[in-house]
């Protein structure tokens, strides 16, 4: 549908220190129409919290601006369009704030927490009675991160540096009693201190089993052991976990949520491409006949993060764990390893590029000369984000 005013940014991810930039369209028949006498364009970033304890009367909201810039591009008779054109184009640029929040939106029963930026176009009418036209642009904010922009670069190279490990035991048996049987994960990273965003992040995941003793027989060992390591990518889960501090004037409130970037191993449409190397039954000797039966699997992969950054706000933070979770049969049997991570941007600044002739939605992938590292900064945000401009 024809409208009087749009607005197309150059790109629709602004980095803190660096600037928006964009253009303005306005269809001169339709200004007419609607009786617009001057456009002008705010570039918006809030933090917005709401907190709504269950069980409760009570209800809080906060909100926090961080960018607040307002430029006038046009009022009735200061520009008009060129020869044989119907329309004006005016080119803008706003600047971005050296530290903000990265991007963020998570709403749940008890709590709302949002960080939002955009830039919107009011076309301003006479009256008191006629409301004004007003087009709203959602942008994602990343804050500036040099260090992890060289991190990113090193993995995309491929990762020969030192590997973190974490270990996580669980003992577990199969009814009420019984003698215990040994589980383990063991998790395998590369040794950073953040994990940059939008990067192929290699890992490796052992799992071993240590069954309850028993005797050995002809057999045995062709047998089904419990409890087995999983063999398939589909045993296994890999979560990232997210908690969000949420502030409001007087409420505070913490949430949890698990993000489904990675899902299972085996999940369809995660493009993890997982190589499974299961190890054959080891027997451990006890005494004479007795001993016990040592089983692994070892999964090894790559994943790739496109969630907010963590960071930390008066009245909103964001922490990271990666989650490890490997169900056995039994109850309680479920062994759970957290890793507790750091989320970074991994984007810097580079060169001013002129605005690309195109119009895109804000979901598609950037223009080839946008003026960021490759590959495109685009964050896995809800579809609330996108939708207005609280």
């Known amino acids: 549908m024809d409208s009087s005013i749009q607005v197309v940014l150059s790109n629709y991810t602004c980095v803190a220190g660096g600037t928006l930039s964009g253009r303005v369209t306005l269809s001169f028949p339709l200004l007419q129409q609607e009786q617009i006498e001057e456009v002008h364009l705010k570039f918006r970033g809030s933090v917005y919290t709401y907190i709504s304890p269950a069980r409760t009367d009570l209800n809080e909201t906060r909100d926090v601006d961080i960018i607040r810039d307002q430029i006038s591009v046009w009022s009735r008779g200061s520009a008009y369009p060129p020869p044989d054109s119907h329309t004006l184009t005016i080119p803008f640029s706003f600047n971005v704030p050296r530290d903000i929040p990265p991007s963020y939106d998570f709403t749940a029963l008890e709590c709302r927490a949002v960080v939002r930026y955009g830039v919107e176009a009011v076309g301003a009418r006479k009256g008191a009675l006629r409301l004004n036209k007003r087009v709203f642009v959602a942008v994602v904010g990343l804050p500036v991160d040099p260090p992890g922009s060289q991190l990113r670069a090193i993995l995309q190279a491929g990762w020969t540096g030192a590997w973190s490990t974490e270990v996580k035991h669980k003992q577990i048996r199969a009814g009420f009693w019984g003698e215990h049987a040994d589980v383990s994960v063991e998790f395998k990273y590369p040794a950073l201190p953040t994990i940059p965003l939008f990067a192929s992040v290699p890992f490796e995941l052992i ?162 000369n946008a003026d960021y590292m490759s590959p495109p900064p685009t964050l896995e945000l809800p579809p609330s984000y996108w939708s207005s401009a609280e």
């Open 207 to 368: 799992i071993v089993t240590t069954s309850k003793s028993s005797k050995r027989t002809p057999g045995s060992e062709s047998k089904p052991i419990w409890p087995a390591p999983p063999t398939r990518p589909e045993g296994v889960r890999l979560e990232l976990r997210r908690t969000a501090y949420v502030q409001t004037s007087h409420l505070t409130w913490k949430q949890h949520d698990s993000l489904s970037l990675l899902g299972d191993l085996g999940e369809p449409g995660k493009g993890l491409n997982v190589q499974v190397r299961p190890a054959a039954k080891e027997w451990l000797s006890i005494n004479g006949t007795k001993g016990r039966w040592r089983q692994q699997t070892t999964f090894s992969s790559s994943f790739n993060l496109a969630c907010p950054p963590s960071f930390k706000f008066p009245t909103l933070s964001v922490e990271y764990n990666l989650t490890v979770i490997v169900p056995f049969s039994g109850l309680n049997n479920t062994l759970r390893l957290e890793i507790p991570i750091t989320v970074s941007s991994g984007i810097i600044l580079s060169r001013s590029l002129e605005l690309p002739d195109y119009d895109a939605p804000p979901t598609s992938a950037r223009p080839e």
